[in-house]
């Protein structure tokens, strides 16, 4: 069974930064397609940025410029670096991990908190 571990969540100013960690253990990480999701109180689930296993990124339009995307197959983890915190990031961040064709999987990690206020 696949388990996804989220670290470096916390509290900070706008204009801040942080860098969540997301590592995977097993030995699938490198043919998962990564992604970081977020979810803030009363609203949906939304997709902040993904990337492939051939390293291609992918960022939703709030956080183009921003938020940073990236994988270490090495040591099974992704990673967000978030820089220029708002206070509208404020929210749970979620990891999720799943499997590229052929295979199929889908992964998810238990959260961390993210608060920007000032």
């Known amino acids: 069974q696949v388990q996804l571990v989220e670290s470096g969540g916390g509290s900070v100013h706008p204009g801040g930064s942080l860098r969540l960690s997301c590592a995977a253990n097993?030995?699938?990480?490198?043919?998962?397609?990564m992604g970081w999701h977020r979810q803030a109180p009363g609203k949906q689930r939304e997709l902040v940025a993904d990337?492939?296993?051939?390293?291609?990124?992918n960022y939703a339009d709030s956080v183009k410029g921003r938020f940073t995307i990236s994988r270490d197959n090495a040591k099974n983890t992704a990673y967000l670096q978030m820089d220029s915190l708002k206070p509208e990031d404020t929210a749970v961040y979620y990891c999720?991990?799943?499997?590229?064709?052929?295979?199929?999987?889908?992964?998810w990690g238990q959260g961390t908190q993210v608060n920007v206020s000032s």
């Open positions: 999720d991990g799943h499997l590229t064709p052929p295979y199929v999987g889908d992964y």
């Open positions: 097993g030995r699938i990480f490198s043919i998962m397609t």
């Open positions: 990337i492939t296993t051939g390293g291609r990124t």
